[in-house]
T-cell receptor, first 113, second 111 residues
């Protein structure tokens, strides 16, 4: 039982490049979310999913796309990277209300130059 | 709209002293409240949730609906408690079940 696995752990992109941050969970959780963590800002929700095939926008969705074709995977796509997207990205999953909260991955540290 | 406020960015105490990390929330309904801890550049770990009423690592938190607060307390702080603490809330079920975080409090426990 690996929990929530994020890849890569570190990434450097040039402005304008695109990439996909991978997130996979093996706990059969329905709910999955992506957050970005910036100094002094806490964690802000980018996109979330309440089940396979269902996604919705969070607080800061601009510049990011998601899809949820399976229960296990929830990739985050950066369409055209900008320096403002330099951040640490966390993926999380949960079985739902009363199920014990969200379990977080170890994060992806992204730098856009 | 749901909002979590942690008024202290930094909190510094000495080992053995009591510690209280404040959290206030705004939510139209009955939220589920959590405390998460993040040790130096590691992943967030769930510390407490209000519905379980557990005590983890000596920490407790009581939901006060009248004051809309969920303060985290520990009677005797330890050096290993030094970390970033985040208060978070979610609604119940469906699209309401997404976490909103406060901006965090960095706790430093001095020897």
């Amino acid at each position: 039982n690996a929990g929530v696995t994020q890849t890569p752990k570190f990434q450097v992109l040039k402005t304008g490049q695109s990439m996909t941050l991978q997130c996979a969970q093996d706990m059969n959780h329905e709910y999955m979310s992506w957050y970005r963590q910036d100094p002094g800002m806490g964690l802000r929700l980018i996109h979330y999913s309440v089940g396979a095939g269902i996604t919705d926008q969070g607080e800061v969705p601009n510049g990011y796309n998601v899809s949820r074709s399976t229960t296990e995977d929830f990739p985050l796509r950066l369409l055209s990277a900008a320096p403002s997207q330099t951040s640490v990205y966390f993926c999380a999953s949960s079985p739902g209300t009363g199920g014990g909260g969200y379990t977080f991955g170890s994060g992806t540290r992204l730098t856009v130059v | 709209a749901q909002r979590v406020t942690q008024p202290e960015k930094l909190l510094s105490v000495f080992k053995g002293a009591p510690v209280e990390l404040k959290c206030n929330y705004s939510y139209s309904g009955s939220p589920e409240l959590f405390w998460y801890v993040q040790y130096s550049r590691q992943r967030l770990q769930l510390l407490l949730r209000h519905i379980s009423r557990e005590s983890i690592k000596g920490f407790t938190a009581d939901l006060n609906k009248g004051e809309t607060s969920f303060h985290l307390k520990k009677p005797f702080a330890q050096e290993e408690d030094s970390a970033m603490y985040y208060c978070a809330l979610s609604g119940w079920g469906g699209s309401n079940y997404k976490l909103t975080f406060g901006k965090g409090t960095l706790l430093t426990v001095n020897p």
